[in-house]
């Protein structure tokens, strides 16, 4: 775990148990064990998991939703589950389900929120910046749910604060609305404000974040800047980057024995072909060689290094849960 000079949130050994259930013949349930965390001022802090990974629950305890078993939280120095107001008032969230009431208007709920705090942001910068001028004859049953996600964001950063909970940001908006949220968040991220980033998308984690933490089973399995994870596999022993070349071609080809052993070859299609693995020039050498032997031009080609989602997917597991 990262020590910092300024930490806005810590998290040790964080221990979180629900119960009792009567599927556990009345025992509790262990849903966060052992787990720890630093973020950041001026920092994007991504927690990735698999759905029931523990990371709800962890942030929910970081925030002071809930009441940890065990372990120690620090909120921008202070405890969440003793917090007044405060402390609170310098924490913004943003709820995936947004938590709005259904018969407000945008503005008058922002500028009423807003007036719950001593320093607040510039509501009518901020419904400009948004977009949330457009729909604020609209109430909040009425949003699609883009514009929710907007007017939420508005809401958790109404109050000026100096960490930041981001639960899905970009879920349901357009690609216009996604990078003015994403413009948004590093211009925040760049004045010195703490955010952490729970998300299902991992393109989402990959752009925004600057470091990640990947949880599973309610414990810490893998952490590291975004670099450092697609360097790497999940395995000590590896150390080569995974890529994938993609290219397009008449279907059928049997490439084995073109490249390397340790490369896998899917058609995922015919004509459409994968090839993954630790791709070296050599491996590059001899494919191109085999097409120019039997005169075959690929359509399209491109060439692809590993992505976060390869890395989670590694780590938590390819089946449903």
């Not at 556990?24 to 001022?41: H, I, N, T, W």
């Not at 929910?60 to 402390?87: H, I, M, N, Y």
């Not at 310098?90 to 945008?106: F, K, T």
């Not at 080569?240 to 049997?254: E, H, M, N, Q």
Request: negative net charge; hydrophobic residues 40%.
């Amino acid at each position: 775990m990262r020590s910092p000079d300024s930490p806005v949130l810590t998290i040790d050994g964080l221990i979180k148990d629900v119960g009792p259930l009567a599927s556990l013949d009345g025992k509790m349930l262990r849903v966060v064990s052992g787990l720890s965390l630093v973020a950041e001022r001026g920092q994007v802090t991504a927690l990735l998991g698999a759905n029931g990974a523990g990371k709800t629950t962890t942030l929910e305890c970081a925030q002071g939703l809930q009441k940890r078993t065990g372990g120690s939280v620090s909120l921008l120095g202070g405890d969440p589950d003793t917090a007044g107001a405060d402390l609170r008032s310098r924490v913004g969230v943003m709820l995936q389900d947004g938590g709005l009431p259904p018969s407000a208007r945008p503005i008058p709920l922002l500028r009423h929120v807003a007036g719950m705090y001593q320093k607040p942001m510039n509501v009518d910068a901020l419904v400009e910046r948004l977009g949330i001028n457009q729909f604020s004859r609209t109430n909040v049953r009425r949003l699609s749910g883009g514009q929710k996600q907007r007017l939420a964001l508005a809401a958790a950063l109404v109050g000026n604060p100096e960490i930041l909970f981001l639960d899905e940001p970009s879920a349901g908006l357009d690609p216009q609305s996604r990078q003015m949220v994403f413009d948004l968040i590093a211009e925040l991220r760049d004045a010195g404000m703490g955010i952490v980033l729970t998300t299902h998308l991992m393109d989402d984690a990959e752009r925004l974040a600057d470091y990640v933490y990947i949880i599973d089973g309610g414990h810490n399995v893998v952490e590291g800047t975004v670099a450092e994870l697609l360097r790497h596999h999940h395995t000590a022993d590896s150390a080569i980057t995974d890529r994938t070349l993609y290219f397009d071609a008449p279907g059928g080809l049997s490439l084995n024995g073109v490249v390397g052993a340790g490369l896998q070859v899917t058609e995922s299609r015919p004509g459409s072909y994968a090839i993954t693995g630790a791709i070296t020039p050599k491996d590059l050498a001899s494919l191109t060689a085999w097409w120019a032997e039997r005169d075959i031009m690929p359509a399209s080609l491109r060439l692809e290094a590993r992505r976060l989602e390869d890395v989670f997917l590694d780590i938590s597991g390819r089946d449903l849960r």
